[in-house]
């Protein structure tokens, strides 16, 4: 299984709302990661973690909160958004971040609007 | 720090005429690169990868790259391209010590009938 998944594919949300996405892998990968995609841009790197351990935090708001529960589960947590956080949500994942190379496998995205 | 940089944003052809999407990378002792594409609506894929070994990397669908170290480039190309290979395409490279990429801006290749 080499498959990344993602749910919800859409999410409308208010900027009052609490909402949570999700991401799910079984590939016995213990890197994990997201990255935020607006339109006609690279993925950009928000967070990612390493044995279940927050590694990086790419100077993401407060208003966006990850979460590993375990190693094959990733969440982010959605809390007084604006609407310039609407985007693609990619979730990532990787063998482990200390091998000298490490191919990353992504899901197909989380299409988020904040109203 | 590692830079990839993407000279075209947009590479419009015919199909089945030739293509190539360049990339360049900042120079390293060590280099691991990646082309994804993206198509409309959807997550990464993961086209093909430069590790080790021969400098010529190929893709089940046709596409091929070159790893060529003393120009610091790795272009995907492809001899004949179908419609349905419209889509974005990104070069990564492996960039920093957690294991994160860095992406290029990215070439959306528009194939026209």
């Known amino acids: 299984d080499t498959e990344v998944t993602q749910t919800p594919k859409h999410l409308v949300m208010g900027m009052t709302n609490k909402k949570s996405l999700k991401c799910e892998q079984h590939m016995g990968h213990r890197a994990m990661y997201w990255y935020k995609q607006k339109a006609k841009k690279p993925p950009e790197l928000m967070f990612v973690?390493?044995?279940?351990?927050?590694?990086i935090n790419e100077s993401v708001p407060s208003r966006f909160s990850p979460e590993c529960p375990n190693s094959s589960l990733l969440n982010l947590h959605l809390h007084a958004l604006q609407p310039e956080d609407s985007a693609l949500y990619l979730c990532a994942s990787s063998q482990d971040i200390r091998r000298e190379y490490n191919e990353q496998f992504f899901g197909p995205g989380t299409r988020l609007t904040v109203l | 720090a590692q830079s990839v940089t993407q000279l075209d944003s947009q590479v419009p052809v015919f199909e089945e005429a030739p293509v190539e999407l360049r990339c360049n990378y900042s120079s390293s002792v060590s280099v691991y690169l990646f082309w994804y594409v993206q198509y409309p609506n959807q997550g990464l894929q993961l086209l093909l990868k430069y590790l080790s070994g021969s400098t010529l990397v190929e893709s089940i669908n046709g596409f091929e790259a070159e790893f060529n170290k003393s120009q610091t480039s790795f272009h995907l190309r492809k001899p004949s391209v179908h419609i349905s290979d419209t889509a974005e395409y990104f070069c990564a490279v492996n960039g920093g010590s957690q294991g994160n990429l860095i992406f290029g801006k990215g070439t959306k290749l528009s194939v026209k009938p």
């Open positions: 973690y390493s044995y279940e351990k927050l590694s």
